[in-house]
């Protein structure tokens, strides 16, 4: 495979995946089978490249003390576990049923990015008393309101269990899936989207780190691919994280949520034709 | 800006600064890793596959080239990719030290062990 074609690929999904909040991983593992390469080893090259990405992103938003650390902590003994066991199913897995399910959870992920809720966040109905004792609240600044605001988690007993299910999407595909985990982070446990959006990076990267273990193991991880991949997608998420994000505006962010219902269409019309 | 007063130490600085150290050193190992292989050989194109092995082996096979002084530009990029392996796991275990030692908070620390533990156990484990 062409290392600088790669290396363009990967650009074009950090960027947009960056752009559009869906993560690179979403785009990529399409590209990489459009491309030739056996869903598999494109699942095993993307999870890795996951962990660059979000940990980059991560170390940015944990100095701003927006990240809760403790609820990152908490939920993901729940993600790791799931990716284990999503990354473990991945190995053994038909390349057709999984083509199936990624066009699936890229097309329901795609759907909730697509009707998100542009209401003002509330604080959420006072904490049940295992929240409590889970230390779950902070309080962060709000740059644009120019205050603090003070939250509290809800729910964590049906957070942690549903974290688990994120991130056995996340081991199974090789993607970040926070699109899954902001959802539960907002829906669920009722955390405000700037807390649930640096919170979820934060969990990613050793959710990601568990699924690598997998596939690395399973010796489906070229590091030949994998090398160009991981600078590619960091280098168009910082690009389209910093630079592009000024450029853009409601207009052009759909038109990459349509090439995003595009992919997801392709990939489930491949796992019908069998792969 | 932070929120809240500078304490002796502070776990989100710590964290941060873990996460961006680990990512920043990991990309330019690969980038300059890259950039030699095609210098010397005229090509960005890396045989490198890799046998099925754990975390812990393939970091074992990194450490023994090096000591035997074969810096090539494989295992630039090798090590680039191992180094950012290594970084969410380093993370965990300076949130596990923070909790223990710095907060003193007994939930939290066994919270963080129990995922060092388990990331660990999986680092390792045989293929």
Redesign the interface.
């Known amino acids: 495979m062409?290392?600088?074609l790669l290396?363009a690929v990967s650009i074009l999904a950090g960027s947009v995946g960056a752009m559009s909040g869906m993560g690179g991983g979403v785009i990529l593992v399409p590209a990489l089978t459009l491309l030739g390469l056996d869903i598999r080893r494109a699942i095993a090259i993307s999870i890795?490249s996951v962990?660059?990405t979000s940990?980059?992103a991560?170390?940015?938003y944990?100095?701003?003390?927006i990240?809760n650390?403790?609820i990152g902590?908490?939920l993901?003994?729940f993600t790791?576990?799931g990716a284990?066991l999503g990354a473990s199913i991945a190995v053994v897995s038909e390349p057709r049923i999984l083509f199936l399910v990624f066009g699936a959870v890229l097309l329901v992920s795609w759907a909730t990015l697509w009707l998100q809720r542009k209401e003002e966040w509330h604080p959420a109905a006072p904490p049940d008393s295992f929240s409590r004792w889970?230390?779950l609240d902070g309080?962060?600044?709000d740059r644009r309101l120019g205050c603090?605001v003070r939250y509290h988690a809800v729910r964590a007993w049906l957070g942690g269990p549903l974290m688990f299910g994120a991130g056995l999407v996340a081991g199974l595909l090789g993607i970040g899936a926070g699109a899954l985990k902001v959802l539960i982070h907002d829906l669920v446990m009722g955390l405000p989207p700037k807390v649930s959006t640096t919170t979820s990076n934060?969990i990613i990267?050793?959710t990601?780190?568990?699924g690598?273990?997998?596939y690395?193991?399973?010796?489906l991880?070229?590091?030949?691919l994998?090398?160009?991949v991981?600078?590619g997608i960091?280098v168009g998420a910082f690009v389209g994280t910093r630079v592009l994000v000024r450029l853009t505006n409601r207009t052009v962010r759909r038109v990459f949520l349509g090439v995003l219902a595009v992919l997801g269409v392709e990939m489930l019309l491949r796992g019908i034709r069998g792969g | 800006m932070t929120v809240r007063p500078a304490k002796h130490i502070d776990a989100a600085s710590i964290i941060g600064l873990t996460l961006l150290v680990g990512v920043v050193s990991s990309l330019a190992l690969i980038a300059i890793g890259l950039a030699w292989h095609w210098a010397r050989w005229g090509t960005l194109e890396l045989d490198y596959t890799l046998p099925a092995t754990s975390v812990g082996g393939f970091v074992l096979a990194d450490v023994r080239q090096l000591e035997l002084g074969e810096v090539r530009p494989r295992l630039l990029v090798s090590l680039g990719i191992v180094v950012l392996l290594l970084t969410p796991w380093v993370r965990v275990l300076a949130s596990m030290l923070y909790f223990a030692i710095v907060e003193r908070n007994a939930k939290y620390t066994c919270f963080t062990a129990f995922v060092l533990a388990l990331l660990t156990w999986s680092l390792l484990g045989s293929p």
């Not at chain 1, 991880?221 to 030949?224: A, E, I, T």
């Open positions: 062409s290392v600088p290396f890795v962990i660059a940990s980059g991560a170390s940015a944990v100095r701003d003390h990240t650390l403790k902590m908490f993901e003994m790791m576990l284990l889970l230390e309080v962060y600044r603090d934060l990267g050793v990601a780190l568990a690598t273990s997998v690395l193991r399973a010796g991880v070229d590091p030949g994998a090398a160009p991981i600078l960091t």
